[in-house]
């Protein structure tokens, strides 16, 4: 794929869409720390401490992740990962997360993150993807992916706990992936 990719998103606002980079780290820090806690929760690591931003970037180029960047104005608006694994029973299925500013929310900018994503495991020549999601919490995500012909794999009765100790049910949403890009 070809970096860097401008976008024009839903009310014409362009972004441009590119890996991260050494350099980024001040940028991805300022990201996150602007992301509300309730955002933050769903993810895996917790993105507000300088450990975890320094570990992503001590590990740029790995095989195991790309990361994308989406910046509007030279300050980063979404994010998005594929992680994949280079051995075992699950090597073939790649898992990802995006995250959006919620000022960019609804303007499509997740679905050309999403898109790239989805090209970039083509490309690795996985055969399907994998997200897990929090009922309740991400159900425009839940949504925007059943859009793009994911489905619900599993669902985790009262799995997530959120931070005010309230339970959720994680829905593990997957997508085949083929050959070609007439998939979507």
Request: hydrophobic share 40%; proline share 3%; with cysteine.
């Amino acid at each position: 794929m070809s970096y860097p990719k401008e976008c024009v998103l839903k009310d014409c606002e362009e972004v441009v869409i590119r890996p991260l980079e050494d350099g980024d780290e001040t940028l991805l820090t300022d990201f996150f720390e602007t992301i509300h806690e309730n955002d933050r929760w769903c993810m895996r690591y917790d993105t507000t401490k300088p450990s975890t931003i320094k570990r992503w970037f001590d590990n740029l180029g790995s095989d195991s992740v790309f990361s994308i960047v989406t910046l509007c104005n030279d300050v980063i608006v979404g994010h998005g990962s594929l992680h994949t694994r280079e051995f075992g029973a699950t090597k073939h299925v790649g898992r990802f997360r995006i995250i959006v500013l919620p000022e960019f929310r609804n303007k499509r900018l997740g679905t050309w993150i999403l898109l790239d994503l989805v090209r970039t495991a083509m490309d690795k020549g996985l055969e399907a993807l994998r997200a897990d999601l929090i009922a309740g919490m991400e159900d425009a995500a839940i949504e925007a992916l059943r859009k793009f012909d994911f489905f619900k794999r599993a669902e985790l009765k009262d799995y997530a706990v959120d931070p005010q100790g309230e339970r959720h049910d994680m829905y593990i949403m997957v997508k085949r992936l083929h050959k070609g890009w007439s998939d979507f």
